[in-house]
């Protein structure tokens, strides 16, 4: 988990528009339902936001992110990883769930073909009136950011993929994002921390390079001296690096209206 419960992701500037959000229970392929919270401005962009979690699941803290996205006029939704094993009431789950000892059961019960039906349905509702969004993108952390990186494959349909410190390699020999290079499309935003113990700056270059290989367009940035989950507003000594991350999230998303 990178964010504890109180944690707020940083201000990039002051709102262009007003913003109305709400939880919501969203459907997926397999009839589960799971919480995604919705963040719609008054003055939409037409660009809607994907918005992966950490390994936790949605939080407090993403529905804040869903919300300073949409004050900068991009529809941003969030949505859950865990509604087949821990239920859709997401803030009425146990202050230690997202505790490593205690999420191990549900993360292994993680499965592609479930968490890509609900990533579908978070697009098409994006997609749909309650978003309005001609064009989404990802947007994730850590889990997230890995799940991000993947969701640029041609099934998902997405205009890019944004990333921060999302994990590279494969993992219990699932396939991560390298071994799946070859098979991402949608351009890449890559963002990594240089003090990130879980992810070496050698991976990161062998990211790199696949996504080069596989003739992927993508931008990767590594913040020298910045740990992970870098991107917090409590973490003052991370505001240079944040709001560069911030920048480019901005920008990205605007190139990917062209």
Not at 31 to 38: D, E, R, S, W
Not at 87 to 104: C, Q, V
Not at 143 to 151: E, K, N, V
């Amino acid at each position: 988990m990178c964010y504890d419960a109180d944690a707020s992701p940083p201000i990039h500037g002051p709102a262009v528009t007003t913003v109305s959000s709400a939880p919501l229970l969203l459907t997926s392929a397999d009839v589960t339902q799971f919480a995604a919270y919705l963040a719609v401005p008054a003055q939409p962009t037409g660009i809607g936001v994907l918005l992966l979690p950490d390994n936790g699941g949605l939080s407090k803290f993403y529905e804040r992110l869903a919300v300073r996205l949409a004050e900068q006029g991009h529809t941003a939704l969030a949505v859950d990883y865990y509604g087949r094993t821990a239920g859709t009431r997401y803030l009425e789950r146990p202050a230690d769930f997202a505790a490593l000892p205690n999420l191990m059961p549900h993360l292994a019960q993680l499965r592609p073909d479930t968490l890509y039906g609900d990533f579908d349905a978070g697009i098409a509702h994006l997609r749909a009136d309650g978003g309005g969004a001609h064009t989404v993108v990802s947007l994730g952390f850590c889990l997230g950011g890995r799940f991000a990186f993947l969701t640029a494959a041609e099934r998902f349909g997405l205009s890019g993929a944004i990333g921060l410190y999302g994990a590279l390699d494969a993992i219990n020999g699932a396939p991560g994002p390298i071994q799946r290079a070859g098979e991402l499309r949608a351009p890449i935003l890559g963002m990594f921390g240089g003090a990130d113990p879980h992810i070496p700056a050698s991976t990161v270059e062998a990211f790199d390079a696949a996504l080069s290989e596989g003739g992927v367009p993508h931008e990767i940035v590594t913040y020298p001296g910045a740990p992970h989950g870098f991107f917090e507003q409590e973490l003052h000594e991370q505001a240079d690096a944040s709001a560069d991350a911030w920048r480019r999230i901005l920008a990205f998303l605007e190139r990917a209206k062209d």
